[in-house]
């Protein structure tokens, strides 16, 4: 059976990195992975994607739209290869990782982007260019006032920026014991679950300028080392310096 025609459609670089959204470039990273043969398209505007966010795959006129469904996908055309490997207790333990990375420390992460007030004229620029520069001020504030509302019923929009401090240092402390101080999660090589984490602290470690959470993040020097290993055993990096070929 023939590899479908494969299209992956992503956010595009701001803020200094290739691939602003963590989502997008775990895609990215495990298909290159794979040896998959696809394309990239950037889709600046998540509005137009089929869901509202991105990525998603094409496949032959198929439209997959969220990064799990994409891995699933994948998994599904080759047999069994984006687990392949994995015992039942690793796949548990990489999926309850990967929870935490995608529904917990990633709201922190767009906390320190959208909500604080200094850092914010960086989303203005980077996400909104697109929009006419008169109207642009007006379009990202009435964006973050949505962030705004739904990190309020996520929860940790309720914190002070204290106490969400103090969640986003327990999320990494976490993350660095999992990781260990060499290799990757599960052994020499790398596997799905590890693009899902490094995919996420390369947009930690490597976006400019640094966000509080960055600062917090700096202080774990293991989690950090990891991040490289990982996008050097792939040869895809969050940050534009290093985008892969």
């Not at 494969?6 to 602003?20: E, I, P, R, S």
């Not at 984490?197 to 640094?210: C, K, N, T, Y």
């Amino acid at each position: 059976m023939s590899q479908p025609k494969l299209t992956l459609v992503t956010l595009g670089g701001a803020f200094g990195l290739q691939n602003v959204s963590p989502f997008c470039l775990k895609a990215e990273m495990l298909m290159t992975h794979m040896g998959l043969d696809y394309t990239m398209e950037i889709q600046q505007d998540p509005r137009k994607a089929p869901k509202g966010k991105l990525p998603y795959l094409l496949a032959d006129g198929e439209v997959i739209a969220d990064s799990e469904l994409i891995l699933e996908y994948l998994d599904n055309i080759t047999q069994g290869a984006v687990y392949q490997g994995l015992s039942a207790k690793e796949h548990a333990m990489g999926l309850a990782l990967s929870r935490l990375v995608d529904d917990h420390l990633y709201w922190l992460m767009v906390a320190s982007r959208w909500l604080d007030e200094a850092w914010f004229p960086n989303v203005v620029e980077g996400f909104f260019h697109i929009v006419p520069k008169p109207f642009r001020g007006f379009v990202a504030r009435g964006a973050r006032k949505e962030v705004d509302q739904t990190l309020h019923l996520q929860g940790l929009g309720r914190h002070t920026r204290q106490e969400q401090e103090g969640f986003a240092r327990r999320d990494l402390k976490a993350l660095e014991d999992a990781v260990g101080s060499e290799g990757f999660l599960f052994g020499d090589e790398p596997c799905v679950f590890d693009y899902t984490i490094a995919s996420s602290m390369a947009g930690v470690f490597d976006q400019q300028p640094p966000t509080w959470v960055t600062h917090v993040a700096e202080e774990f020097t293991g989690l950090k080392d990891y991040t490289e290993r990982v996008q050097a055993s792939v040869g895809v990096y969050g940050r534009e310096s290093q985008a892969s070929a």
